[in-house]
């Protein structure tokens, strides 16, 4: 009798696993660093970072070169020859900030670099990552390293659409209007017999502005995990 319950509820045991999405995990962070590419890149990357590095510290030391000659010989220069170098290690500490704004910055010379060589390594570790994952038969890939998902073979995997209608339906249901009360205080008198459903209403406008809705700006978004 076991075996023969065994043996019937194998069917749906092999359905139910079928059913069940195969689950891998990477980590991204060791794909990149053991990638043989990102040691190329990053020599090249270190490379110019060490040319930019150096630009500005030949112009910390025409700076410095500058300064030391002006308190030197201050007591033996003309008042015109002091305001020409003072002028003249203004107009240079202004280029170094602007050299070093310009590599540093937010959107900087160094961090568009980094984003030049680190984009295609990237790219090129994501699209490996769905060609194993398709070759394994797995239905999701999430990264270790961020907890994000690197991979989802199917579209009916994402419920978006679905949680978006939920989240609008939950809305409209919470500012629905309240009905206006038929009998007692406050209620609304009904239109006299035989008036057409279309006709205009005589009350006075309750809107206390005409402008329109004005929609939120694209940037308007959640900010990442």
């Given at each position: 009798?076991?075996?023969?319950?065994?043996?019937?509820?194998?069917?749906?045991?092999?359905?139910?696993?079928?059913?069940?999405?195969?689950?891998?995990?990477v980590d991204s962070k060791a794909l990149f660093d053991g990638y043989k590419g990102t040691k190329e890149s990053q020599d090249k990357y270190d490379k110019q970072v060490a040319a930019w590095e150096q630009e500005v510290a030949d112009k910390q030391k025409e700076l410095a070169t500058l300064?030391?000659?002006?308190?030197?010989?201050?007591?033996?220069?003309?008042?015109?020859?002091?305001?020409?170098?003072q002028a003249e290690f203004?107009?240079?500490?202004?280029?170094?900030?602007?050299?070093?704004?310009?590599?540093?910055?937010?959107?900087?010379?160094?961090?568009q670099e980094n984003e030049r060589f680190t984009a295609p390594i990237v790219q090129k570790i994501r699209g490996v990552v769905q060609v194993v994952a398709k070759a394994e038969g797995f239905d999701f890939v999430?990264?270790?390293?961020?907890?994000?998902?690197?991979?989802?073979?199917?579209?009916?995997?994402?419920?978006?659409?679905?949680?978006?209608?939920?989240?609008?339906a939950d809305y409209n249901s919470m500012n629905a209007p309240e009905p206006l009360p038929t009998t007692g205080p406050g209620a609304q008198a009904l239109p006299p017999t035989g008036a057409g459903i279309g006709a205009p209403s005589t009350s006075p406008s309750t809107s206390t502005s005409n402008s329109p809705v004005v929609a939120p700006s694209p940037s308007f978004a959640p900010t990442k995990p």
């Open positions: 009798m076991r075996s023969l319950l065994l043996a019937a509820l194998l069917p749906f045991a092999a359905f139910a696993a079928d059913a069940i999405p195969r689950i891998a995990v300064k030391d000659r002006f308190e030197k010989q201050s007591l033996m220069l003309s008042e015109e020859k002091k305001k020409e170098l203004i107009s240079k500490q202004a280029d170094l900030q602007k050299l070093a704004q310009s590599l540093y910055g937010k959107d900087g010379r160094v961090v999430f990264d270790k390293a961020s907890g994000a998902v690197f991979y989802s073979a199917k579209e009916e995997y994402d419920i978006t659409p679905k949680v978006l209608d939920r989240l609008n």
